[in-house]
């Protein structure tokens, strides 16, 4: 059995390693239709966080409407080129994401429980539960709920989406 230290320090090198990679990957900074769907507010959510924060959370749920609204340039357009994603199953590339927007179906969405972390200066983590009514493009039901987390990283003076997963609950 792990002790709170080890459980702690694993936890630590995973939020380290994630940090790691986003800052990386980012440049030094300065040198609704449906019966269910509530877009979360970022104000509401998380009344205390700083701008970045909000704007962070606030381009993460966008990412949501815009995926449901099969809107690809603008997932383009907020998705890093060097994105991973984990949706519910094996990873996937930015080219592969944005392939597949229009081909899947977001019906409806709720999201609770928002969480956020500045793991550096210019990277966030949001975290969040989903509840979704969605299927894949050959109907496939997805599962109505998931665990989310998303890092962004401001890059150029631009916070961009680098890395998504979902693990089902």
Known sequence: MKSTLQVLAVVAGLGAGVALFASAQTPPHGA???AIHEP??????IATADADIAEVVRLEMATLEWSRLNQADQMAAHHAEDWIGIPNGPPMTRAEMLQAVGTETLRSYKISNVMTRRIARDVVLVTYRMQQDGSTGAGVKWVPLV???????RREG??????????VL
């Open 158 to 167: 631009k916070w961009l989406a680098v890395f998504y997963q979902e693990t």
């Open 147 to 153: 665990q989310a987390s998303a890092v962004w990283a």
């Open 32 to 34: 609704a239709t449906s």
């Open 40 to 45: 979360a507010d970022p104000e509401t959510v």
